[in-house]
């Protein structure tokens, strides 16, 4: 059996196949070693009944997740799956990888990964060979769910939203100024807290501030990452994530304006990935 999983910093979803066919799809809090030892990876993956059910038969594991940048940090995934899965080859890689497979391309383009973070990379047709450097949700992450929320909560926090926003956040997330610096400056994994907002933003993304406030995020990812390549006019754009996907219109708007050639758009990448390690059953 191979378990091949797609880890963003909130979510993880995995697909467990047997010769070519799915046998299982779930989902689980998404890790990043950054903020995640192999101790709490552990204890998150040994609580998904699903899982564990066929644990002892997993064989082959290809995990791509956000944080896995070094072999430090690649090494933290690796220790907390081979003491679940304990019979298993286990492959750990960074989530610009996984982005990269999930395209299912062989031709070169520009892969980039607006979900919770954002990231980019060039890659040839056969291998990424550059990549943008990545800053994280405090210093970088532009047009992200993490970036957008720091912007909308600082918008917030001056009163300089419209109110029948302000009052929308306030109801929906129970928003006072001690919750949000409790759950910035305080709490584990600020960039999920920061994100969380966008489900919200989404739910109203037709009004006019919103489309605003969001194209002006998405134009500000594309001249830092895309504009980067010089490559970026002459080969197809690729974006996974939830913010790419949720957002679509105004990322099509976005790219037309900066002259760059939308290619795929994937929410999940894990299907795909699925796909393209299982290619000798298709």
């Known amino acids: 059996m191979k378990l091949i999983a797609g880890s963003g910093s909130s979510v993880c979803d995995w697909v467990l196949t047997f010769e070519g066919q799915t046998v299982l799809e779930c989902s689980t809090m998404g890790f990043n070693p950054f903020f995640h030892n192999e101790v709490l990876i552990q204890y998150a993956i040994e609580r998904t009944d699903a899982l564990m059910k066929y644990a002892s038969r997993v064989k082959e594991i290809y995990y791509y997740g956000a944080g896995c940048s070094s072999e430090r940090r690649k090494n933290v995934l690796r220790r907390a799956l081979r003491f679940v899965f304990q019979k298993a080859e286990i492959y750990v890689a960074h989530d610009l990888e996984g982005a990269v497979f999930a395209t299912l391309e062989t031709t070169p383009s520009i892969v980039c990964i607006l979900g919770t973070g954002s990231n980019a990379c060039f890659f040839d047709g056969k291998k990424i060979v550059a990549e943008t450097f990545a800053l994280g949700h405090i210093l ?11 912007e909308i909560l600082t918008k917030y926090l001056y009163n300089e939203l419209p109110k029948h926003i302000y009052d929308l956040l306030t109801e929906r997330h129970s928003l006072t100024q001690e919750v949000i ?66 957002f679509q219109d105004l990322l099509e708007e976005a790219c037309y304006k900066h002259r760059i050639k939308i290619g795929k758009i994937i929410k999940h990448p894990v299907v795909n990935l699925s796909k393209h390690h299982n290619s000798e059953f298709l």
């Open 181 to 246: 610096f409790q759950n910035v400056y305080k709490m584990p994994n600020a960039n999920v807290y920061l994100a969380s907002f966008m489900k919200t933003l989404s739910s109203i993304k037709d009004d006019k501030f919103v489309r605003e406030f969001v194209y002006k995020g998405l134009s500000r990812f594309l001249t830092h990452h895309v504009w980067s390549y010089k490559q970026h006019r002459s080969v197809p754009v690729h974006f996974i994530g939830s913010i790419a996907f949720h």
């Open 140 to 150: 970088g992450d532009e047009g992200s769910g993490a970036y957008f929320g720091k």
